[in-house]
Each structure stands twice: as structure tokens, then as C-alpha cells.
């Protein structure tokens, strides 16, 4: 009754969610993504470049998987018109098209050149394609002939089942046939009824009205009705909706449509078998043309008006739950196969094909993200038990059909790890390391007192009695031997998710910081893919193929397992790591980790991975990848602006002022972008240099110098050490006229030559210069003679000023050597208030020595009458305010204030230093005879002059004092007045200046009134 009970349960609580697995990714490719026009006039598949061609209305475009090249009359030589005619393909493979104005053009590999054709003039319009169907030249030259001979009559079609015979069929359905050693075509009855004439595997077939497929022997004397089968034996509705079957020269075997399905067909055992291609044919457009790649298994689709549609099978599968619901989650991480193929997930969701129950299941409810199964009887999982109400480790016994809850162990969180060895079980939880022994854990490592560990996710025994568990704590290595622990991996708040043991090397999974493999001690990151999705690597499968299935955040990746165990062994740093993705069959790239198992590996040799929406099942051996195999081809070549044919690269060195070089690639991209790795590397010494696989992979060299290149460009072909596509491009710079050996000797002659004209010149003028210099001499005699006479005049004044210098300068020193020096011996006998005096007579006499120094340096400074000086424009005003920005402190100390009233727009012709020096001494005097008040600078423009005017508000001059300071002999003097130290040498500067200036100086005071002081000049 309990088991019964059980079962009802299961049923009520659990769903079947299935949804029928889509087989075929199609695409389909318009105007929106690059190509010229929606209006197919043909396709025609290379499988030897692996490149598809369309003519278009606008003309030419080459799909090689990533994108469109096109081709139109501006940039392809040949073509007259964009809008094209028809595309051809002979059975050696050549391909041909035509504009509208019969202009030819051939494929040459990844390019389109002329193809003149002067043989065909004459012929009549459209008819001219049947010689291009043509291979041989002998029956290039049949068909030319019969062509002129059966002049305007229009020929419907021209078929060549092989090498040395040829079918044409008129318009009017006459059938003549001929072979290579006939001279001419021979007339043949049909049949009344047959028509749409098709070849394959060499054989020519008729189909008739009814789609009854008949094929001619004896020289078309017999038309035997055919079958056409599927592999199984079953017939092929030809009678279906939608039927059509095509075929064009150059096709080996036809392709034919019927209701959703479309097969192409082979002659084999005396049937046309018919293999399966796509069973969703879209029903939404005319179908225009059709090429099939066997390599490829890839249907390629040009429509009358909507772009072309590309099919092929997918790889893998993404299987989920068909009927959502808003409050379920569809995300899944933990799973259990059944025993008809179905999966139970953590979710308690049942994803498969059955459609069923089978039977009581092992797990009633949600459970959590670790599973654990040991043999074939027993399944642990962590569930939240009802009773409980905690998270309980469980265990179902398959035989029984008895589920066990441990209740006397510790809740266990979502994830724990768990092994068996030994007929012992070990668990690895938050908690720590234990033995299970019957209901309870026997813990061999617990964290410290009051600590609880990540919760582990795996768990590996790396070698007898030692276990590696991955955590967010990194990977720990557990010796129960030695009871010792030690962490080999501490990826630095990156949680290590997954573990793997192949052999002896552990594969070790992290989340953001890549993978690493572990082996003997030895740790080493290894290489990531190209676009480093691998740093969230989730799981390690193997299959039975030599191949490693890895789990990413971004895509489902396969390597190969020699090439993982090459690069861990001898440190390669570059793996083909082949990428699935939403080309391949997965609706969602995000797959899931951090679970036990991280990937199921189902009893019919799938695997599958938990993701982010549903589940994605993989068959290995269905899963065949489409290889990044194939040549590399130079699409254009670009040095500077000028483009230049490929093929003459090596006849036509390119010119120095070309160097910047542009290399445009081309090469099969069928393999999705992520699988391509493309490299170069110049002269074969720099390092390889990645290159962007886009729709125009470019290669960018810049600044080159003259000489010979050789740019090595290689591709990875798939798995496999050194499998690489290789393509070398040479090429040279000239080297330029002026870098030349010859121009080198002519500078060096000319050089030479140079030098003996300058040593002439140089003689001829030393003799003028020392003639000059003779003059010069006797002029500067007789100058010095009239010099010697001012500085005798001038002596007594300089004598006196020595001597008041040398007082002014060395008695202030003194005082402030004593001051100083008292100041620091007997500070603590000094009352504050003579502390404070003695430091303001220091300041004051600093401040005497900084003016004395300054205006002496200016005296000397313009003494020289022969100073060159230059006039310049500049602001008055801004000139005054860096004085006032000098003085300002010295006026503070005093409380004076200094106002600059001079307009801002006030600008004048002058020079500017001697200026400055001028109202600098004229305010330092201001200040210096000025103990409360403002001082006013001020200017006036009149008549072309400037008049500068400093007015202070100080003890001002007596009459006799302005005489004396405007004498034209100035008694330098160091006398005091009303105690105020004056020596004149300030003014003495300013009537040396204003000389230099030609300038002049007005003086209006009154004692105790203040003096206005102006300094006229021109301006």
C-alpha cells in the first residue's frame, strides 16, 4: 500500500516536459545583412574554396560564412552592369557569370576577373551560357560550331554526363546528341512527355508527366521507368505539394523538394536513392536555385525575391520544457537518468522524448545541485525533508525502490561532494571532511572552532587515501594517511568548481580564472580559447573519440585530449578549442556548474549538460564539427591608396611614399567566427600578431621602411599539433632617390664644394672686417676720449656713493648681527614687549637692505647709455598691478593702502622694464615717507603723451628739498630727515631712466601734506 501510495505521488507531483528536438538551423540572409540585392539570378558552390556565389540584380557576392563580399562594376573589372544574368558552373568546376550586356567574368578562386570571350561573338543572347556549361576543349569547340550552325534557333538546355559526350535540347524540345570523336551532332527521338532532364552520378534521366523518373539507355533507345527510395526502403512522395527537382550543369547529383523535405539523389544499385537533407524546408518563397554541400551538409537556397536561405543539421540539441510557467524555474543543475532516456532534473522536471512516466522515479520533489550515484543500486542526493524541515542527505536504493533520509547528520546545503573508495564512502561538506559510518559522519578534518568551510561542489581522489574537494576556497588536498591538508589552488575569491582525473592528471575547473591541470605537484594554467570564454570552465566530459567536451558561461567547447595533454606537458600556450553555439543548435549559450554531475553521461553515449534554459544534449559521434579547414587567399592588396593586382606583387616593388600596407584576407568561414584563429608575423621575426576573422580580415602595416617583406600568414585547420593553413606574401619598398648611394656621394662632393666656397667667402670677408675693425678703432679711441671725460665727471658722485653704500649696507648687517644674536642668549631675560621691539627693528631693517639692494642693482644696471632697449605695446594697468602685487606686503605692515586707478583699457607704446623700475621706486618712496593713508596711482593721456602720477599721503618735501632732488647735480646723501631714512639714490634711478625714456619728472608737495609725484612721457 505504501509503495502504491508512493507511486501516486510521483505522478501527481511530477510532469513529463518533451519537446520535439530541432534538427536544422536555418538562416536566411537579405539586403539587411549585406548583400547587394533580395533577387537571386543564380548560386554556384565551390567546395574547393568553400566559398558561395550569387548573382544578384545588383550585382556579385561571395558568402564564405562570416559575411558578403559584393562585387560591382566599380570595383570588379569586367563587369559592364550590376545587374546580372546568370552564373554557371561547368563539371570541372569552373564558374562563370554574365551581366545583362553579356560582359563574362570567371571565379579565380576568392576573386572575380574578366573573361573575354571573342569566339562567342555572333552568337545569339543567352545562348552563349551553354558553352561555358562546357568542359574540354574538343567539345567547347562542338558546341561553338553546332551554336553557329543552328543560328537564331534557342536552345532550352545542354547537359554533359561526362567527359566526352554532350546532350542539347531545343526550345522546341529537339534532343540532339554528340560525343568527342563524332564530328557533329546527331538528331534523337524522345519520347512525347518527358522533359526536365537531370543528371546524376554520370547518368541522364527524363521525368514525365505523372513525375514518373525514367532513365535512357542503349543510346537512348530504352527509357526505363526508375524508383527513387529512401535509404529505408520507403518511396519518395513525388506527388506531394511543393514538388520540385533541381539540378543545373555542374552538379553532381540533383536535389529534390517535396512538402517540407528535401533529398538529394543518388544512382546507385539501379534506383535513385534519395538521402534525407532538411525535413523543414520554409514554404515562404520561389525557389530560385539550389546547391547542396556533401562536405559541408549544408543546403544553400536562392529565392526568386526574399535572399537566399542556408540549412544545415544541427549538431547538438537543446531539449526543454515546452509548457512555461512563470513561477518555475527552468534552469537546471543536478540531473538523474531514467531508464527510458528521460532526465529527472533538480527541478523535479522529467526532460526527454518518451513522453512518459517510466515508473516510480527515483526522487520525489526538488532536490538540490549534488548527486552522487555508487554502482547501480544506490543514488544520494540533498533534499529539504518536510518532517524536518532542514536540507537531508537521502539515499534510494534502484532495487528496493526504499528512499533513507540521514537525520542525524548536520543539514547539508545545496552542493556537497561525495566518493566512494574502498567500500567506504567519504563526504566532503561545509562542515568538513568525513567517513560515513552507517547513520552518522565521522568527521576526519573540521575547519577551526566556530568556522564553517565553502560548500564543496566535487570531490577526486587524486591518489590512494588523498582527496582533492573544490570549493569556493579553493582545491584542499585531504591525506587521511597523514592527516594532513594542503591547498594547491587558491584562485583568489574564484570559486574552483570542477574536477576530472584522466590518468594522472586532474583537470581542475574554476569560475572566471580559466582551468589548470594537476599532475605529480605540478600546477599550470593552461591556454584559454581566443575570446577566453573558457574562464568559466564548468565540467570535463571524455568521449570514447580521444575528445574532452568543456563547459563555458558562453558555449559548449570540444579539444582534443593529446593536443590538452601536449600543451600541459610542454607548456604550448595556443590549443584548438572547436566552439558550439547557437549556430550549431543551442537556443541558449549560458550552460550551468557548480553541480554534481556537471554533465550526464546517458547510457546511449549523449551527453547532457545542464544550462541556464533546458538542457543541451550532445551526441559525440553526431556531433561531427565543421572544421576551420582551407586555403588563405589574398582578396586585395593596398599600398597607400593605390590597389594593386596580387599576382604582380612581385614584379612591382612598391614606392617608399606607399608604405602603409593593407592586406584584405579571404577564406572559408563555415565553422562559426569563434573557431577561427588567424595569425601573421613579418619577415618570419616578430611575434605572431592575431587577426580579426570578420567579413574583411584586415592586415595593417604601417611606416615601413625600403626593402624586402614577407608576410607569413597562418590559420589553425582543427585539432592536431601544428595543423595550420599557411600563406606567404612577398613584397618590397623602394628604397627612395634621396636614400640612394649615389645621392649620398653627391651630398658629399657637394659637401666638399661648399666647404671651399665658405673657407674663400670667409677669407675675403675676415680681410674686410679687419679693415673695418681699423676704423672702428680709431672711432672707438676717440669716443673712449669723450667717455673718459663724463666718468671724470662722474667719479666724485660714484666715490660718494661707494662710501654711503658701504655705510648704509655694513651698519645694518652689524645691528642685525647684535640684534640676532641677543635675542637668542637672552631671550628669557627680555621682557615680550622688547622681544617684540628688537623683532620689528629687524624686520625694518631687512626691509631697508631688500630696497637699498634693489635700486643700486637697477642704477648700475642702466648706467650703460649704449643699452639697446625695444619699445612694446602692452597694459598699463596690468604692469602697475604686478608692482603693487610686490609691494603689497610691505604697504600692509604699515596699514597703507595702494590703489591702482590707471583704466584696464589703457595701453601704451613704451619701454616696458624701465617702466616698471620707474613706478616701483616711485611707490617704494611713497611707502617709505608715508605712515597712515592711501597711495593713488593714476595716468592721463594727452597730446600723445602719458602722464604717470603717484600721489601719497606722507610728510611730503619743502621747497628746497624738490630743488635739490630736481638739480641736475643730485647730492647723494645719507642724512636723516624728521628721522626718515633718505639717501636720494631712488631718485637718482628715476632721472636716469626717465633720460633712457626721454621722459620727464614733475614734483608737487607740501610739507606735512603729501607729495604727487608724475612721470610724463611719450606714449
Same mark, same amino acid.
Not at 531545343?170 to 512525347?192: C, D, H, I, M, N
Not at 544520494?380 to 528496493?400: A, E, F, G, I
Not at 650703460?864 to 604697504?891: T, Y
Given at each position: 500500500?505504501? /509503495?502504491?501510495?508512493?507511486?501516486?505521488?510521483?505522478?501527481?507531483?511530477?510532469?513529463?516536459?518533451?519537446?520535439?528536438?530541432?534538427?536544422?538551423?536555418?538562416?536566411?540572409?537579405?539586403?539587411?545583412?549585406?548583400?547587394?540585392?533580395?533577387?537571386?539570378?543564380?548560386?554556384?558552390?565551390?567546395?574547393?574554396?568553400?566559398?558561395?556565389?550569387?548573382?544578384?540584380?545588383?550585382?556579385?557576392?561571395?558568402?564564405?560564412?562570416?559575411?558578403?563580399?559584393?562585387?560591382?562594376?566599380?570595383?570588379?573589372?569586367?563587369?559592364?552592369?550590376?545587374?546580372?544574368?546568370?552564373?554557371?558552373?561547368?563539371?570541372?568546376?569552373?564558374?562563370?557569370?554574365?551581366?545583362?550586356?553579356?560582359?563574362?567574368?570567371?571565379?579565380?578562386?576568392?576573386?572575380?576577373?574578366?573573361?573575354?570571350?571573342?569566339?562567342?561573338?555572333?552568337?545569339?543572347?543567352?545562348?552563349?551560357?551553354?558553352?561555358?556549361?562546357?568542359?574540354?576543349?574538343?567539345?567547347?569547340?562542338?558546341?561553338?560550331?553546332?551554336?553557329?550552325? @543552328?543560328?537564331?534557333?534557342?536552345?532550352?538546355?545542354?547537359?554533359?554526363?561526362?567527359?566526352?559526350?554532350?546532350?542539347?535540347?531545343?526550345?522546341?524540345?529537339?534532343?540532339?546528341?554528340?560525343?568527342?570523336?563524332?564530328?557533329?551532332?546527331?538528331?534523337?527521338?524522345?519520347?512525347?512527355?518527358?522533359?526536365?532532364?537531370?543528371?546524376?552520378?554520370?547518368?541522364?534521366?527524363?521525368?514525365?508527366?505523372?513525375?514518373?523518373?525514367?532513365?535512357?539507355?542503349?543510346?537512348?533507345?530504352?527509357?526505363? *521507368?526508375?524508383?527513387?527510395?529512401?535509404?529505408?526502403?520507403?518511396?519518395? *512522395?513525388?506527388?506531394?505539394?511543393?514538388?520540385?527537382?533541381?539540378?543545373?550543369?555542374?552538379?553532381?547529383?540533383?536535389?529534390?523538394?517535396?512538402?517540407?523535405?528535401?533529398?538529394?539523389?543518388?544512382?546507385?544499385?539501379?534506383?535513385?536513392?534519395?538521402?534525407?537533407?532538411?525535413?523543414?524546408?520554409?514554404?515562404?518563397?520561389? $525557389?530560385? #536555385?539550389?546547391?547542396?554541400?556533401?562536405?559541408?551538409?549544408?543546403?544553400?537556397?536562392?529565392?526568386? #525575391?526574399?535572399?537566399?536561405?542556408?540549412?544545415?543539421?544541427?549538431?547538438?540539441?537543446?531539449? %526543454?520544457?515546452?509548457?512555461?510557467?512563470?513561477?518555475?524555474?527552468?534552469?537546471?543543475?543536478?540531473?538523474?537518468?531514467?531508464?527510458?532516456?528521460?532526465?529527472?532534473?533538480?527541478?523535479?522536471?522529467?526532460?526527454?522524448?518518451?513522453?512518459?512516466?517510466?515508473?516510480?522515479? *527515483?526522487? @520525489?520533489? %526538488?532536490?538540490?545541485?549534488?548527486?552522487?550515484?555508487?554502482?547501480?543500486?544506490?543514488?544520494?542526493?540533498?533534499?529539504?525533508?518536510?518532517?524536518?524541515?532542514?536540507?537531508?542527505?537521502?539515499?534510494?536504493?534502484?532495487?528496493?525502490?526504499?528512499?533513507?533520509?540521514?537525520?542525524?547528520?548536520?543539514?547539508?546545503?545545496?552542493?556537497?561532494?561525495?566518493?566512494?573508495?574502498?567500500?567506504?564512502?567519504?563526504?566532503?561538506?561545509?562542515?568538513?571532511?568525513?567517513?560515513?559510518?552507517?547513520?552518522?559522519?565521522?568527521?576526519?578534518?573540521?575547519?577551526?572552532?566556530?568556522?564553517?568551510?565553502?560548500?564543496?561542489?566535487?570531490?577526486?581522489?587524486?591518489?590512494?587515501?588523498?582527496?582533492?574537494?573544490?570549493?569556493?576556497?579553493?582545491?584542499?588536498?585531504?591525506?587521511?594517511?597523514?592527516?594532513?591538508?594542503?591547498?594547491?589552488?587558491?584562485?583568489?575569491?574564484?570559486?574552483?568548481?570542477?574536477?576530472?582525473?584522466?590518468?594522472?592528471?586532474?583537470?581542475?575547473?574554476?569560475?572566471?580564472?580559466?582551468?589548470?591541470?594537476?599532475?605529480?605537484?605540478?600546477?599550470?594554467?593552461?591556454?584559454?580559447?581566443?575570446? %577566453?570564454?573558457?574562464?568559466?570552465?564548468?565540467?570535463?566530459?571524455?568521449?570514447?573519440?580521444?575528445?574532452?567536451?568543456? #563547459? #563555458?558561461?558562453?558555449?559548449?567547447?570540444?579539444?582534443?585530449?593529446?593536443?590538452?595533454?601536449?600543451?600541459?606537458?610542454?607548456?604550448?600556450?595556443?590549443?584548438?578549442?572547436?566552439?558550439?553555439?547557437?549556430?550549431?543548435?543551442?537556443?541558449? @549559450?549560458?550552460?550551468?556548474?557548480?553541480?554534481?554531475?556537471?554533465?550526464?553521461?546517458?547510457?546511449?553515449?549523449?551527453?547532457?549538460?545542464?544550462?541556464?534554459?533546458?538542457?543541451?544534449?550532445?551526441?559525440?559521434?553526431?556531433?561531427?564539427?565543421?572544421?576551420?579547414?582551407?586555403?588563405?587567399?589574398?582578396?586585395?592588396?593596398?599600398?597607400?591608396?593605390?590597389? $594593386?593586382?596580387?599576382?604582380?606583387?612581385?614584379?612591382?616593388?612598391?614606392?617608399?611614399?606607399?608604405?602603409?600596407?593593407?592586406?584584405?584576407?579571404?577564406?572559408?568561414?563555415?565553422?562559426?567566427?569563434?573557431?577561427?584563429?588567424?595569425?601573421?608575423?613579418?619577415?618570419?621575426?616578430?611575434?605572431?600578431?592575431?587577426?580579426?576573422?570578420?567579413?574583411?580580415?584586415?592586415?595593417?602595416?604601417?611606416?615601413?621602411?625600403?626593402?624586402?617583406?614577407?608576410?607569413?600568414?597562418?590559420?589553425?585547420?582543427?585539432?592536431?599539433?601544428?595543423?595550420?593553413?599557411?600563406?606567404?606574401?612577398?613584397?618590397?619598398?623602394?628604397?627612395?632617390?634621396?636614400?640612394?648611394?649615389?645621392?649620398?656621394?653627391?651630398?658629399?662632393?657637394?659637401?666638399?664644394?661648399?666647404?671651399?666656397?665658405?673657407?674663400?667667402?670667409? @677669407?675675403?670677408?675676415?680681410?674686410?672686417?679687419?679693415?673695418?675693425?681699423?676704423?672702428?678703432?680709431?672711432?672707438?679711441?676717440?669716443?673712449?676720449?669723450?667717455?673718459?671725460?663724463?666718468?671724470?665727471?662722474?667719479?666724485?658722485?660714484?666715490?660718494?656713493?661707494?662710501?654711503?653704500?658701504?655705510?648704509?649696507?655694513?651698519?645694518?648687517?652689524?645691528?642685525?648681527?647684535?640684534?640676532?644674536?641677543?635675542?637668542?642668549?637672552?631671550?628669557?631675560?627680555?621682557?615680550?614687549?622688547?622681544?617684540?621691539?628688537?623683532?620689528?627693528?629687524?624686520?625694518?631693517?631687512?626691509?631697508?637692505?631688500?630696497?637699498?639692494?634693489?635700486?643700486?642693482?637697477?642704477?648700475?644696471?642702466?648706467?650703460?647709455?649704449?643699452?639697446?632697449?625695444?619699445?612694446?605695446?602692452?597694459?598699463?594697468?596690468?604692469?602697475?598691478?604686478?608692482?603693487?602685487? $610686490?609691494?603689497?606686503?610691505?604697504?600692509?605692515?604699515?596699514?597703507?593702502?595702494?590703489?591702482?586707478?590707471?583704466?584696464?583699457?589703457?595701453?601704451?607704446?613704451?619701454?616696458?622694464?624701465?617702466?616698471?623700475?620707474?613706478?616701483?621706486?616711485?611707490?617704494?618712496?611713497?611707502?617709505?615717507?608715508?605712515?597712515?593713508?592711501?597711495?593713488?596711482?593714476?595716468?592721463?593721456?594727452?597730446?600723445?603723451?602719458?602722464?604717470?602720477?603717484?600721489?601719497?599721503?606722507? $610728510?611730503?618735501?619743502?621747497?628746497?628739498?624738490?630743488? /635739490?632732488?630736481?638739480?641736475?647735480?643730485?647730492?647723494?646723501?645719507?642724512?636723516?630727515?624728521?628721522?626718515?631714512?633718505?639717501?636720494?639714490?631712488?631718485?637718482?634711478?628715476?632721472?636716469?631712466?626717465?633720460?633712457?625714456?626721454?621722459?620727464?619728472?614733475?614734483?608737487?608737495?607740501?610739507?606735512?601734506?603729501?607729495?604727487?609725484?608724475?612721470?610724463?612721457?611719450?606714449?
Amino acid at each position: 500500500m505504501k /509503495r502504491l501510495l508512493f507511486f501516486i505521488s510521483c505522478i501527481i507531483s511530477v510532469t513529463v516536459f518533451s519537446q520535439t528536438v530541432k534538427e536544422y538551423n536555418i538562416q536566411q540572409f537579405t539586403t539587411d545583412n549585406g548583400m547587394p540585392s533580395n533577387g537571386i539570378k543564380g548560386l554556384q558552390w565551390d567546395e574547393q574554396t568553400g566559398f558561395l556565389w550569387i548573382a544578384t540584380e545588383a550585382g556579385m557576392t561571395r558568402y564564405d560564412g562570416l559575411g558578403f563580399t559584393n562585387f560591382t562594376k566599380e570595383n570588379t573589372p569586367g563587369l559592364s552592369h550590376e545587374r546580372m544574368a546568370y552564373i554557371v558552373k561547368n563539371n570541372n568546376a569552373a564558374i562563370y557569370a554574365a551581366d545583362i550586356n553579356g560582359r563574362f567574368i570567371a571565379v579565380k578562386t576568392s576573386l572575380l576577373v574578366p573573361q573575354p570571350l571573342p569566339e562567342l561573338n555572333g552568337v545569339i543572347g543567352f545562348k552563349k551560357r551553354f558553352y561555358l556549361y562546357t568542359s574540354g576543349v574538343a567539345l567547347q569547340q562542338k558546341v561553338l560550331s553546332f551554336m553557329k550552325e @543552328t543560328g537564331d534557333m534557342p536552345w532550352d538546355r545542354l547537359l554533359q554526363p561526362n567527359d566526352t559526350s554532350l546532350i542539347v535540347i531545343t526550345t522546341g524540345r529537339k534532343v540532339y546528341s554528340a560525343t568527342a570523336t563524332q564530328k557533329k551532332f546527331t538528331a534523337l527521338e524522345l519520347p512525347a512527355g518527358l522533359g526536365n532532364e537531370f543528371i546524376a552520378d554520370h547518368q541522364l534521366f527524363f521525368t514525365g508527366k505523372d513525375r514518373q523518373v525514367y532513365i535512357a539507355t542503349n543510346n537512348f533507345r530504352d527509357f526505363k *521507368p526508375i524508383s527513387i527510395l529512401t535509404r529505408s526502403g520507403e518511396p519518395v *512522395p513525388v506527388n506531394a505539394s511543393n514538388f520540385l527537382l533541381f539540378w543545373e550543369n555542374g552538379m553532381r547529383n540533383p536535389v529534390l523538394f517535396a512538402g517540407s523535405n528535401a533529398w538529394l539523389l543518388h544512382y546507385r544499385d539501379n534506383i535513385l536513392e534519395a538521402e534525407l537533407i532538411c525535413s523543414e524546408i520554409p514554404s515562404y518563397s520561389f $525557389i530560385r #536555385s539550389a546547391q547542396y554541400s556533401e562536405k559541408n551538409k549544408t543546403l544553400f537556397i536562392g529565392t526568386d #525575391s526574399k535572399g537566399i536561405i542556408i540549412i544545415n543539421k544541427n549538431r547538438i540539441s537543446s531539449v %526543454k520544457k515546452t509548457d512555461t510557467d512563470i513561477r518555475e524555474r527552468n534552469a537546471y543543475y543536478s540531473q538523474v537518468e531514467l531508464n527510458n532516456g528521460d532526465i529527472l532534473t533538480n527541478e523535479n522536471h522529467v526532460i526527454g522524448l518518451s513522453g512518459k512516466i517510466p515508473g516510480p522515479l *527515483p526522487v @520525489t520533489g %526538488k532536490f538540490n545541485y549534488t548527486v552522487y550515484t555508487s554502482g547501480d543500486s544506490l543514488l544520494w542526493y540533498s533534499q529539504m525533508n518536510p518532517v524536518h524541515k532542514k536540507n537531508l542527505l537521502h539515499r534510494y536504493n534502484y532495487k528496493t525502490g526504499e528512499t533513507i533520509a540521514y537525520t542525524k547528520i548536520a543539514p547539508v546545503q545545496e552542493s556537497f561532494a561525495m566518493s566512494n573508495s574502498g567500500g567506504q564512502f567519504y563526504i566532503a561538506t561545509n562542515l568538513g571532511f568525513a567517513l560515513l559510518q552507517q547513520d552518522s559522519l565521522h568527521y576526519l578534518f573540521k575547519p577551526g572552532p566556530g568556522k564553517q568551510g565553502s560548500a564543496p561542489y566535487t570531490m577526486v581522489e587524486f591518489s590512494p587515501g588523498v582527496w582533492g574537494v573544490a570549493s569556493c576556497s579553493g582545491l584542499v588536498l585531504f591525506d587521511i594517511n597523514k592527516k594532513t591538508t594542503d591547498t594547491i589552488l587558491n584562485a583568489g575569491g574564484y570559486c574552483v568548481r570542477s574536477l576530472w582525473k584522466y590518468k594522472d592528471y586532474i583537470f581542475i575547473g574554476t569560475y572566471g580564472k580559466g582551468y589548470y591541470i594537476w599532475k605529480n605537484g605540478r600546477l599550470r594554467s593552461m591556454p584559454l580559447d581566443k575570446n %577566453k570564454f573558457l574562464l568559466y570552465t564548468h565540467c570535463f566530459v571524455p568521449d570514447e573519440n580521444g575528445f574532452c567536451w568543456l #563547459s #563555458s558561461n558562453r558555449g559548449l567547447f570540444k579539444a582534443q585530449l593529446a593536443d590538452l595533454i601536449n600543451a600541459f606537458e610542454k607548456n604550448n600556450r595556443q590549443v584548438y578549442y572547436h566552439y558550439y553555439g547557437k549556430n550549431d543548435g543551442m537556443e541558449i @549559450t549560458e550552460m550551468n556548474g557548480g553541480c554534481a554531475p556537471c554533465a550526464l553521461l546517458m547510457k546511449n553515449k549523449t551527453i547532457s549538460f545542464p544550462t541556464m534554459d533546458g538542457l543541451l544534449w550532445v551526441n559525440p559521434d553526431q556531433a561531427t564539427p565543421l572544421l576551420p579547414e582551407g586555403n588563405i587567399y589574398l582578396d586585395e592588396f593596398r599600398a597607400g591608396t593605390k590597389k $594593386i593586382n596580387p599576382d604582380s606583387l612581385a614584379l612591382l616593388p612598391i614606392a617608399y611614399t606607399d608604405n602603409d600596407i593593407r592586406m584584405k584576407l579571404a577564406f572559408s568561414a563555415w565553422c562559426n567566427k569563434e573557431n577561427i584563429y588567424l595569425e601573421y608575423r613579418l619577415n618570419d621575426k616578430t611575434a605572431w600578431t592575431s587577426v580579426e576573422p570578420g567579413n574583411e580580415a584586415l592586415i595593417r602595416l604601417d611606416n615601413l621602411l625600403p626593402g624586402k617583406y614577407t608576410v607569413s600568414i597562418r590559420k589553425m585547420n582543427g585539432f592536431g599539433i601544428d595543423n595550420y593553413s599557411y600563406k606567404k606574401i612577398v613584397f618590397s619598398i623602394v628604397t627612395p632617390w634621396h636614400r640612394q648611394w649615389w645621392f649620398f656621394m653627391l651630398c658629399l662632393f657637394t659637401a666638399f664644394g661648399l666647404v671651399a666656397l665658405y673657407l674663400r667667402v670667409r @677669407t675675403r670677408q675676415y680681410k674686410i672686417q679687419q679693415r673695418k675693425l681699423e676704423q672702428q678703432v680709431t672711432e672707438k679711441t676717440k669716443e673712449l676720449q669723450e667717455q673718459n671725460e663724463v666718468l671724470e665727471k662722474n667719479n666724485s658722485i660714484k666715490t660718494r656713493l661707494i662710501s654711503i653704500i658701504s655705510h648704509d649696507i655694513v651698519t645694518p648687517l652689524k645691528f642685525l648681527t647684535v640684534a640676532g644674536k641677543n635675542l637668542l642668549e637672552k631671550r628669557k631675560l627680555m621682557p615680550e614687549e622688547l622681544q617684540q621691539e628688537t623683532i620689528q627693528e629687524i624686520t625694518n631693517t631687512s626691509q631697508e637692505l631688500q630696497l637699498l639692494s634693489t635700486n643700486i642693482l637697477n642704477w648700475i644696471k642702466y648706467q650703460n647709455e649704449n643699452r639697446r632697449l625695444v619699445k612694446e605695446n602692452f597694459s598699463l594697468h596690468e604692469m602697475v598691478g604686478q608692482v603693487l602685487g $610686490i609691494l603689497q606686503s610691505l604697504a600692509r605692515q604699515k596699514n597703507l593702502l595702494i590703489e591702482n586707478r590707471i583704466d584696464e583699457n589703457t595701453t601704451i607704446q613704451q619701454y616696458y622694464e624701465p617702466l616698471k623700475i620707474l613706478v616701483y621706486n616711485l611707490l617704494t618712496n611713497a611707502i617709505h615717507f608715508t605712515e597712515k593713508g592711501t597711495i593713488t596711482v593714476t595716468a592721463e593721456k594727452t597730446n600723445g603723451h602719458i602722464t604717470v602720477s603717484v600721489q601719497d599721503e606722507g $610728510i611730503g618735501m619743502t621747497p628746497e628739498q624738490i630743488q /635739490r632732488l630736481m638739480a641736475d647735480e643730485v647730492v647723494i646723501t645719507a642724512a636723516n630727515v624728521d628721522n626718515k631714512k633718505g639717501h636720494g639714490l631712488g631718485y637718482l634711478i628715476i632721472k636716469d631712466l626717465l633720460k633712457t625714456m626721454g621722459a620727464s619728472l614733475h614734483i608737487e608737495s607740501k610739507r606735512g601734506e603729501g607729495a604727487t609725484v608724475s612721470i610724463k612721457m611719450p606714449g
